[in-house]
T-cell receptor
């Protein structure tokens, strides 16, 4: 089955700098790649996604890049703020199936 | 907006005990999921349900049962708790089985003594 590797387990950046979280996947049939944010003591909530028909998507300060050849996708958070501090999970899904495969999570700390 | 409510928030059990976790959603979503979150690991799918009375096994279904008797609720039973087990169980829902955005509850933290 699909395996999603999330490369950074922890990441610290200074407020205003950019943060980048990288994920790789194994199944070439995966075509949908969402990112979720988990704040302390809460469930995950959706932040941004990308589908395999594009290689870049931006929503305000969040940019997702997808390199299908390398089976790699990344989340870029620009102009970071302290409230961006959380655990971020990447995931991959084959649209023909129900299961999302999640990475292990990256704990991001934004230092004021 | 809607909300997913998981009860209890914290569950302490004994080895071998049968334990039930409950999840309610008021989004009127068709599809519901149970994921297990272990420290340092990604979420793993235990069971999901496309609609009322439907049950589908995920990758981690062994040792668990699930029940979807109403559209709004989805319960998960640990059939025999394992000693020293610690995990967070997350319930999620989506509009239907083709929707790709999941809405999560805040989790039930299980500790087995």
């Amino acid at each position: 089955g699909e395996k999603v590797e999330q490369h950074e387990s922890t990441l610290s950046v200074r407020e205003g700098d950019s943060a980048v979280i990288n994920c790789t996947y194994t199944d070439t049939a995966s075509s949908y790649f969402p990112w979720y944010k988990q704040e302390a003591g809460k469930g995950l909530h959706f932040v941004i996604d990308i589908r395999s028909n594009v290689d870049r998507k931006q929503s305000q300060r969040l940019i997702v890049l997808l390199d299908k050849k390398a089976k790699r996708f990344s989340l870029h958070i620009t102009a970071t703020q302290p409230e961006d501090s959380a655990i971020y999970f990447c995931a991959a899904k084959n649209t023909g199936y129900q299961n999302f495969y999640f990475g292990k999570g990256t704990s991001l700390t934004v230092i004021p | 907006g809607g909300i997913i409510t998981q009860t209890p928030k914290f569950l302490i059990g004994q080895e071998g005990q049968k334990l039930t976790l409950k999840c309610q959603q008021n989004f009127n979503h068709d599809t519901m999921y149970w994921y297990r979150q272990d420290s340092g690991k990604g979420l793993r799918l235990i069971y999901y349900s496309i609609t009322e009375n439907d049950l589908q096994k995920g990758d981690l279904s062994e040792g668990y049962d699930a029940s979807r008797e109403k559209k709004s609720s989805f319960s998960l039973t640990v059939t025999s708790a394992q000693k020293n087990e610690m995990a967070v169980f997350l319930c999620a829902s989506s509009i239907d089985n083709s929707a790709e955005t999941l809405y999560f509850g805040s989790g039930t933290r299980l500790t087995v003594l």
